[in-house]
């Protein structure tokens, strides 16, 4: 068990850019998460998958974001037009699959910087 | 109202003693509470996490919860340098899959 990885761990873009994040879950989970944490403040729900099916998506996720776990293994998350304001902490998450409220184990993060 | 509120501190403790975090939440369908550990710069750590009115206890973390009050507590029994960190209080509410997480309580163990 490695545990949840993300990928890259910093980012650092221009405005106006798009980027791509990456997320590999604990092999045995098939419930992936997506949130954003700014500083001083909790992680704030954007998006979950169950396998491959993306089941949810928070008011929070605009146009501009989108998620994908094709193969229901790793998931990316893309941010397309990147705004000041999407600088925050990208984490996600994994959990297994008896039902809802499983504990979930969080990867190190991508933390995005817009210039 | 937040969902999940908790004092964002700072919560200062000696040494060898007791850390007690509280947490509130507004949905009375919350079913599952967690508590999360966070170092500045990096990612929330799972600490508790538990489903039934009552304690739990583990090593020197208890957790607390009470439904009727809508109230989750953590204590941290000899406390020690190594907790100074923010804790996050979650919520699950049943069927729903998202956690909603409190903007955390910052704790400070001085030696």
């Known amino acids: 068990d490695t545990g949840v990885s993300q990928d890259p761990r910093h980012k650092i873009t221009k405005r106006g850019q798009n980027v791509t994040f990456r997320c590999d879950p604990i092999?045995?989970?098939?419930?992936l998460y997506w949130y954003r944490q700014t500083l001083g403040q909790g992680p704030e729900f954007l998006t979950y998958f169950q396998n491959e099916a993306q089941l949810e998506k928070s008011r929070l996720l605009s146009d501009r974001f989108s998620a994908e776990r094709p193969k229901g293994s790793f998931s990316t998350l893309e941010i397309q037009r990147t705004e000041q304001g999407d600088s925050a902490m990208y984490l996600c998450a994994s959990s297994l699959d008896r039902q809802a409220g499983q504990p979930q184990h969080f990867g190190d993060g991508t933390r995005l910087s817009i210039l | 109202q937040k969902e999940v509120e908790q004092n964002s501190g700072p919560l200062s403790v000696p040494e060898g003693a007791i850390a007690s975090l509280n947490c509130t939440y507004s949905?009375?369908?919350?079913?599952?509470f967690f508590w999360y550990r966070q170092y500045s710069g990096k990612s929330p750590e799972l600490i508790m996490f538990i489903y039934s009115n009552g304690d739990k206890e583990d090593g020197r973390f208890t957790a607390q919860l009470n439904k009727a009050s809508q109230y989750v507590s953590l204590l941290i029994r000899d406390s020690q340098p190594s907790d100074s960190a923010t804790y996050l209080c979650a919520v699950n509410v049943y069927n729903n899959n998202d956690m909603r997480f409190g903007a955390g309580t910052r704790l400070t163990v001085k030696p």
């Open positions: 092999s045995e989970h098939n419930r």
């Open positions: 949905d009375r369908g919350s079913q599952s």
